[in-house]
């Protein structure tokens, strides 16, 4: 039974909170590596746990949710559109391309458009979310609102969608590649035979779909991540795209720097992903036996 869109919201806001406040440290961590540039040095992170170690040593552990707020207001309208979007797409493109069942490029289409559809949302709260997550900014910014206020007088309203073209590859190719995995891994996983199996399974899906969408869309999240954390006083913008941004990087760096913070990103996003599909499993069948 198909739930009406407002209890998808819903479902989804729940699964995307309880992954965030599960897993932030790591985004944190993530958000770090990535934006280092160059191929080494003294002053560098060496590795997921060098960064907490030094987070902890030199900010206090209550850095490793620095920058928590943008996210968490943004969770619940992301990952209900996540949800959402693929449940409506789904049976959009099913009497679009006259198929009665999901099919597996039916699926990926399905996924890109709701993570093209989630970018949208995302794209300015993640601006925010990484000024306030790089370690260079640590004294510029007070909070979330002053974060805000001193990017619009310093760089004006249009500042706020820097990084949005970046951010659309991100989402599109996540999406694509955890809903579209997620369709093939649970024809391919035998059938579950108790609720607990049922929820094994589930996470077993998720966390596999949600590392093949990780290892695909870190390339446009470092670039995405550098976009957005430029400061316009420092000169302008080596590049301003992700395809401009990837070439640019694997040139002065190496292909492997587009892979900088995968680590931590997988970890979270991995395991995230059973979170998040388990969670809204739940909820989702909570609603179909209490509230329809």
């Known amino acids: 039974m198909t739930l009406p869109f407002h209890f998808q919201f819903a479902a989804g806001a729940v699964a995307g909170v309880s992954e965030i406040l599960c897993m932030y440290p790591l985004d944190v961590a993530k958000t770090r590596l990535m934006l280092q540039v160059g191929?080494?040095?003294?002053?560098?992170?060496?590795?997921?746990?060098?960064?907490?170690?030094?987070?902890?040593?030199?900010?206090?552990?209550?850095?490793?949710?620095?920058?928590?707020?943008?996210?968490?207001?943004?969770?619940?309208?992301?990952?209900?559109?996540?949800?959402?979007?693929?449940?409506?797409?789904?049976?959009?493109?099913?009497?679009?391309?006259?198929k009665t069942e999901l099919t597996q490029p039916l699926a990926i289409m399905t996924g890109v458009t709701a993570?093209?559809?989630?970018?949208?949302?995302?794209?300015?709260?993640?601006?925010?979310?990484?000024?306030?997550?790089?370690?260079?900014?640590?004294?510029?910014?007070s909070g979330t609102m002053d974060c805000v206020r001193k990017i619009y007088a310093e760089e004006g309203v249009k500042a706020f969608a820097n990084g949005l073209e970046a951010t659309i590859w991100r989402h599109?190719?996540?999406?694509?590649?955890?809903?579209?995995?997620?369709?093939?891994?649970?024809?391919?996983?035998?059938?579950?035979?108790?609720?607990k199996g049922e929820l094994a399974l589930n996470f077993v899906a998720g966390a596999i779909g949600g590392t093949i969408g990780t290892t695909l869309n870190t390339p446009p999240d470092v670039v995405k991540t550098r976009i957005?954390?430029?400061?316009?006083?420092?000169?302008?913008?080596?590049?301003?795209?992700?395809?401009?941004?990837?070439?640019?990087?694997?040139?002065?760096?190496?292909?492997?720097?587009?892979?900088?913070?995968?680590?931590?990103?997988?970890?979270?996003?991995?395991?995230?992903?059973?979170?998040?599909?388990?969670?809204?499993?739940?909820?989702?069948?909570?609603?179909r036996k209490n509230l329809m």
């Open 39 to 98: 191929k080494g040095g003294s002053e560098q992170y060496k590795s997921i746990l060098d960064v907490f170690k030094r987070i902890i040593k030199e900010e206090g552990p209550t850095r490793l949710y620095r920058g928590i707020l943008p996210p968490i207001m943004v969770e619940a309208p992301k990952r209900a559109i996540k949800f959402a979007a693929n449940d409506t797409y789904g049976p959009m493109y099913k009497k679009l391309f006259n």
């Open 115 to 141: 993570g093209i559809t989630e970018a949208l949302i995302v794209a300015t709260p993640e601006l925010v979310k990484i000024r306030l997550q790089a370690k260079e900014n640590a004294g510029r910014y």
């Open 172 to 195: 599109a190719l996540w999406n694509g590649g955890y809903f579209g995995s997620i369709f093939g891994i649970k024809k391919m996983l035998p059938k579950a035979e108790s609720k």
């Open 228 to 287: 957005q954390n430029h400061n316009p006083a420092k000169g302008p913008a080596p590049y301003t795209t992700f395809l401009a941004g990837a070439r640019t990087i694997a040139r002065e760096e190496g292909v492997r720097a587009l892979y900088k913070g995968y680590v931590p990103k997988v970890l979270r996003l991995g395991p995230g992903g059973g979170i998040l599909l388990v969670v809204y499993d739940q909820v989702t069948t909570y609603m």
